[in-house]
């Protein structure tokens, strides 16, 4: 009898080992998209999306790179890398470079992402809309980037834009102040036409310019804006970058500050090399209604 018991006791301990889950694979991190810059690289902008509609998925980034020394400014660069495992499940991933160029602009606007009439390879394929911003001005320039089947290949490059760009209904449309001009692929060319369509409402950004060498340098102290208009601030010149410290009542939008309710608010600049003491942004907000009315 006790035979037995030990006996079936000695199959119930295999059938569960058996049963049992093994050890389970942690997945490997991502790895930093730092490496894909130079040393001291800040990143402004960073999202995941699917441009080729073929595994493995891309990730679009846009670092702003310092300043090498004897240079005037930093540079922005836009740049699309792909992540896939490497040796097997397991094994660190790593980013495979897909696509990078310095941008012609040096204030930073968000990228944008979304399809192109007549340049799919696939119904899931995208491009990429690298916008910047740049002096005097402000003037737009932007590159536009897909896949040619192949590679990432730069669409289309426009500079001294006198007004927005926005990704509407499958085209590329620049906004200006008197009309739009839509641009859609023809031919594996991009071909402009007059924009039919209607343009999402949006109140134009607000830029604010400053230099952080020996401390923060500004024309103004004071900046006016409308209620949910967004702020950009725009650093020039090379140097080390700063603390900004936002007024806690105010949003961040696309690295850019918004408010939701009129009234005055700050934003602090902490240099963080060259000496200088803080530099306070007041930034008075108006309901643009009221100003209407």
């Known amino acids: 009898m006790l035979r037995t018991t030990i006996l079936r006791a000695l199959i119930a ?3 569960v080992m058996s049963v049992a889950p093994g050890p389970t694979q942690a997945v490997p991190p991502e790895p930093s ?10 990143i402004l902008f960073r999202a995941r999306a699917d441009l080729d509609g073929r595994p493995p998925h891309e990730v679009i980034l846009v670092g702003q ?33 897909v696509y990078r160029e310095q941008l012609a602009g040096r204030g930073f606007l968000p990228p944008l992402i979304g399809p192109l009439a007549g340049g799919a390879q696939s119904s899931r394929s995208r491009v990429v809309v690298f ?26 490059r426009r500079q001294g834009i ?11 449309v620049e906004r200006g102040a008197v009309g739009a001009l839509a641009w859609t692929m023809e031919d594996r060319r991009m071909v402009p036409t007059p924009f039919r369509g209607t343009l999402p409402e949006t109140l134009p950004r607000a830029y604010w310019r400053y230099a952080a060498r020996r401390g923060v340098v500004a024309a103004d102290r004071r900046v006016r804006v409308a209620v949910g208009q967004i702020l950009y601030l725009v650093r020039e010149g090379g140097g080390g970058i700063p603390v900004i410290a936002p ?41 643009p209604g009221a100003q209407a009315r």
Do not use: C
Not at 35 to 42: I, K, V, Y
Not at 134 to 154: E, H, I, K, Q, S
């Open 162 to 172: 006198a007004g927005a760009v926005v990704l509407v209904d499958r085209k590329v």
């Open 65 to 97: 790179v310092p300043a090498f020394p004897g240079a005037p400014q930093d540079v922005l660069h836009g740049v699309i890398a792909a992540v896939a495992p490497v040796g097997g499940p397991g094994r660190a991933p790593a980013w495979t470079l």
């Open 13 to 15: 301990i295999l059938i």
């Open 247 to 287: 007024d806690r009542r105010l949003d961040l939008v696309e690295e850019g500050y918004r408010a939701r309710e009129p009234g005055t608010y700050t934003i602090t600049i902490h240099p963080v090399s060259g000496g200088g003491s803080p530099f306070v942004l007041t930034v008075d907000v108006a309901d």
């Open 33 to 42: 998209p730092l490496t894909l810059f130079p040393r001291g690289t800040l």
């Open 131 to 156: 916008p910047s911003l740049a002096w005097p001005g402000p003037r737009l320039a932007y590159d536009v980037v897909g896949f040619d089947g192949r590679r990432a290949v730069v669409l289309l």
